[in-house]
């Protein structure tokens, strides 16, 4: 399917180590849904938390439609994430495991649907934050070698 990205969540990619990834469906509203395909969506600070067998994404940030008038819905809603039932149990049980965290990555448009790409998760020390930079740094310093 033809995949097209609306938002990444690079701060996650900093702040924690992705094992491994997940995706899962949102449940929107139309000016919600409008507002996405703008591109008026921000990931920063999201996570994901369940309550009652069910999990939610919590601080997806999803500017409101400028032409919804009153059919708009709060920015910072806890929208609801559709998943099979075992996804979720499982999901749950990897995060009582201390450390672990869902977080959502990425946000995008999979055809006509929007979907989103969580990631089961493990929180970094500053020295791991130290040193994947330093990995980068290395690395651009070599791209810029082989330029010359």
């Known amino acids: 399917m033809n995949k097209k990205i609306i938002a990444n969540n690079k701060k996650a990619y900093h702040d924690y180590f992705v094992e491994d990834k997940y995706e899962a469906g949102i449940q929107l509203f139309g000016t919600e849904v ?6 008026t969506v921000n990931l920063k600070d999201s996570y994901c938390d369940f309550k009652k067998g ?5 601080g997806i940030h999803i500017s ?5 008038n009153i059919f708009n819905r709060d920015p910072l809603r806890d929208k609801k ?14 995060t009582q495991k201390q450390g672990y965290t869902i977080v959502p990555l990425s946000l995008y448009l999979s055809g006509s649907l929007v979907k989103v790409e969580l990631g089961l998760c493990r929180g970094k020390k500053l020295y791991d934050k130290r040193e994947t930079e330093a990995k980068k740094q290395a690395q651009r310093d070599i791209e810029r070698r082989r330029e010359f």
């Open 64 to 68: 409101p439609y400028e032409k919804g």
């Open 81 to 94: 994430l559709l998943m099979h039932k075992k996804e979720i149990i499982k999901l749950q049980s990897l």
């Open 34 to 39: 409008k507002s996405v395909r703008q591109g």
């Open 54 to 58: 069910e999990i939610f994404a919590t």
